[in-house]
Nanobody
Framework: VPLQACGGGLVQAGGSLRISCAAS????????KGWFRQAPGKEREFVAT????????YYADSVKGRFTISRDNAKNTMYLQMNSLKPEDTARYYC?????????????????WGQGTQVTVSS
């Protein structure tokens, strides 16, 4: 399913940014979705995930308390609100969709991936 991530950009440390991911195909509107990121020279890592209903969320320890994942199933769109950004948050952020409704943190659990959006945090 095509996933379009957008909203990335350049922000100063301590600032905020909201990225979004729109999916086409209404049949995927209630599937679990997740955000992952990959910094240059590093492996892709889990950031946050949300269940199909939006009632369950999980976060990586590195972003807990700073990032908030949410979704609007009517718009088939997922969001990641990022506050108190740090230079180490600089990465390409990818959205992904599972084939089921319950959330998961492993990237192998996701079958559909977007092209990513770049987030750069300057010090």
């Amino acid at each position: 399913v095509p996933l379009q991530a957008c909203g990335g950009g350049l922000v100063q440390a301590g600032g905020s940014l909201r990225i979004s991911c729109a999916a086409s195909g209404s049949s995927f509107s209630t599937y679990a979705k997740g955000w992952f990121r990959q910094a240059p020279g590093k492996e892709r890592e889990f950031v946050a995930t949300i269940s199909g209903s939006g009632g369950t969320t999980y976060y990586a320890d590195s972003v807990k308390g700073r990032f908030t994942i949410s979704r609007d199933n009517a718009k088939n769109t997922m969001y990641l609100q990022m506050n108190s950004l740090k230079p180490e948050d600089t990465a390409r952020y990818y959205c992904a969709v599972r084939g089921v409704a319950w959330a998961a943190v492993g990237e192998n659990e996701y079958g559909y991936w977007g092209q990513g959006t770049q987030v750069t945090v300057s010090s």
